[in-house]
């Protein structure tokens, strides 16, 4: 559930290729009851879309580290009969999981003996949630220092965590020529480049970013990618109609395996940081201008991006225009994205899979 989950575990997939390791990438929840499937899922999906605010206060109130919540757990373990089997007959030497579910339902698994995997954890976002600690783990690799010293908070011994980072595909990390790029993509490489995103469920002040990145007076080019959301697509599309040519050139886009060259083309990042987004545009080197994040995990994130130098936060879209017009060829836009580049850990996955070797040892 969430893109950002599964491209994590793609990245240590990936990352896999060189080592003495045999990976297989699962996804759980495909293996639990569709109307478990939805609950999960959908519950969350339209909790975040319509009402964020009963999200905030449900994203604070289940922030319980090492308080299980033994109806919910029960629940998870009681449809997981297809995870179990899958357990029992891969027989692994180790769990590693990039969402708290597997990692929940594994540590209940081998707390009754029927494994004797190693178990990790990958947080995929700054902070560390109490449902990522809802359950013990083995191993904890963790995105930034703080969480490291949160977790000691409690504990948790320090050799039972990394901080790595957050795994990205090798691909980012590739140098690449942004002019040849640019005319691949049908861009203008002279042009100061925004990459906008507005998250996979969209964001509720997309329109009003729209209209301010069009009153933008410094030349430039916006890219809005929508992911695998069509309504957000054409909802994109349509607004860029209604400009009728007026201000910057817009770019809508739906899922692509290009993501890495469009930030390869990119000056800023404007809108939701996702935590797989963020540390994505870290190996880019690209600084943000937050605007609406969700409550919760992405509210902070935005408090990391602030405290490491990397971004701004535009709380009020009528203000976005000044804010990137600001930016744009500016010092501090040229040191927002040193501390870019000095956040970026594009080893990360490699790093985290040796250390589980180090683990198997």
């Known amino acids: 559930m969430g893109a950002g989950h599964v491209r994590a575990a793609q990245a240590l997939e990936r990352a896999a290729i060189d080592l003495p390791l045999t990976i297989e990438h699962v996804d759980v929840l495909k293996?639990?009851?569709?109307?478990?499937?939805?609950?999960?899922?959908?519950?969350?999906?339209?909790?975040?879309?319509?009402?964020?605010?009963?999200?905030?206060w449900l994203f604070d109130w289940t922030d319980k580290p090492f308080r299980p919540d033994s109806i919910r757990m029960a629940l998870e373990e009681v449809s997981a009969g297809r995870f179990h089997d899958y357990l029992e007959e891969a027989q692994p030497d180790l769990v590693l999981c990039t969402h708290f579910l597997p990692a929940s339902l594994a540590y209940q698994r081998r707390e009754k003996?029927?494994?004797?995997?190693?178990?990790?954890?990958?947080?995929t976002?700054?902070?560390?949630?109490?449902?990522?600690?809802?359950?013990?783990?083995?191993?904890?690799?963790?995105?930034?220092?703080?969480?490291?010293?949160?977790?000691?908070?409690?504990?948790?011994?320090?050799?039972?965590?990394?901080?790595?980072?957050?795994?990205t595909d090798p691909i980012f990390a590739e140098q690449k020529d942004r002019r040849q790029v640019a005319s691949d993509l049908g861009l203008k490489a002279d042009l100061p480049t925004l990459l906008l995103s507005a998250g996979g469920l969209g964001s509720t002040k997309l329109a009003d970013m729209l209209d301010a990145i069009a009153s933008v007076r410094t030349p430039l080019q916006t890219v809005a990618a929508c992911g695998r959301n069509e309504e957000?697509?054409?909802?994109?599309?349509?607004?860029?109609?209604?400009?009728?040519?007026?201000?910057?050139?817009?770019?809508?886009?739906?899922f692509t395996e290009r993501?890495?060259?469009?930030?390869?083309?990119?000056?800023?990042?404007?809108?939701?940081?996702?935590?797989?987004?963020?540390?994505?545009?870290?190996?880019?080197?690209?600084?943000?201008?937050?605007?609406?994040?969700?409550?919760?995990?992405?509210?902070?994130?935005?408090?990391?991006l602030l405290q490491e130098g990397v971004g701004v936060w535009s709380y009020e879209p009528r203000t976005l225009a000044y804010k990137i017009e600001s930016l744009l060829g500016s010092e501090r836009l040229a040191e927002m994205k040193k501390n870019s580049l000095r956040m970026g850990r594009p080893d990360a996955a490699k790093e985290i899979l040796e250390t589980c070797l180090e683990l198997l040892e």
């Not at 783990?137 to 011994?157: I, K």
Request: with cysteine; proline share 6%; glycine share 10%.
């Open 125 to 167: 976002d700054f902070d560390v949630h109490g449902m990522w600690l809802g359950t013990p783990s083995d191993h904890y690799f963790l995105a930034v220092p703080e969480a490291r010293a949160y977790l000691r908070s409690f504990g948790v011994s320090g050799r039972a965590v990394s901080v790595t980072g957050i795994p």
């Open 31 to 56: 293996m639990m009851p569709r109307a478990f499937q939805k609950l999960y899922r959908d519950t969350y999906l339209d909790m975040v879309a319509k009402a964020p605010q009963v999200f905030s």
């Open 232 to 254: 957000l697509r054409r909802e994109v599309e349509e607004k860029i109609l209604s400009f009728n040519g007026r201000g910057p050139e817009i770019h809508a886009i739906g």
């Open 259 to 304: 993501f890495d060259d469009y930030m390869t083309c990119a000056d800023l990042m404007i809108g939701k940081p996702g935590g797989l987004t963020t540390w994505e545009s870290f190996v880019k080197g690209l600084a943000w201008v937050v605007v609406d994040p969700l409550p919760g995990q992405e509210e902070r994130n935005t408090y990391h």
């Open 113 to 123: 003996g029927r494994g004797s995997y190693c178990l990790a954890t990958v947080v």
